[in-house]
């Protein structure tokens, strides 16, 4: 078994964006996170587009997604991963291969250890409100300001509160700006 300081996911994706490969720590991952059948087998062959969500963080990666097809030139960045006991900071390097596929490498930066944010849990039943995390940082939005799950679950009451409400994904304006700014420089 890998430890979480050495996990390191990778897949690749052809022209249509699907998965084509899938390979590092991507099965033990999905599995540690609530989600084994999310495994490599199942996702081959499927479409991307198909396991991104929030208008904003699609729109970023079909940017990214160009970008790196048109420049042919890598981009890479940090981004949050976190579970409901766990914060964990990753690096993403999107890698051109020939006839227009993509590699995407991810490997773990660091992790910390927090006491359990039940409105993470994949299984908590749900209200039909809607909170907006932030793709890549994990910042929730509450009235345009964006601030850590553990601020915003203690004033929004979320602990208080069951059903949870829905995880929508999106962009905060800080990390949508260093996103786009990283891509600008490679035209």
Aim: hydrophobic fraction near 35%; aromatic fraction near 10%.
């Amino acid at each position: 078994m890998t430890a979480w300081n050495e996990i390191a996911i990778e897949y690749e994706i052809d022209a249509e964006d699907n998965f084509v490969s899938i390979g590092g720590d991507w099965d033990e991952f999905a599995e540690k996170n609530g989600a084994p059948g999310l495994s490599a087998d199942y996702l081959l062959g499927r479409s991307l587009w198909g396991y991104i969500s929030g208008v904003d963080t699609t729109s970023l990666y079909r940017v990214l997604i160009e970008r790196v097809r048109e420049s042919k030139r890598a981009v890479n960045f940090d981004f949050r991963c976190d579970s409901p006991d766990r914060r964990r900071w990753f690096h993403l390097i999107v890698t051109p291969l020939p006839g227009n596929c993509l590699r995407f490498y991810s490997i773990l930066l660091k992790e910390e250890e927090r006491q359990p944010v039940s409105v993470f849990d994949a299984e908590a039943a749900r209200n039909e409100e809607v909170l907006t995390v932030c793709s890549v940082c994990k910042k929730v939005n509450n009235a345009d300001t964006w601030m850590e799950v553990e601020d915003a679950v203690k004033k929004l009451g979320l602990m208080n509160r069951e059903p949870h409400p829905q995880i929508s994904h999106g962009l905060c304006s800080e990390c949508y700006t260093r996103l786009l700014e990283g891509l600008d420089c490679m035209t």
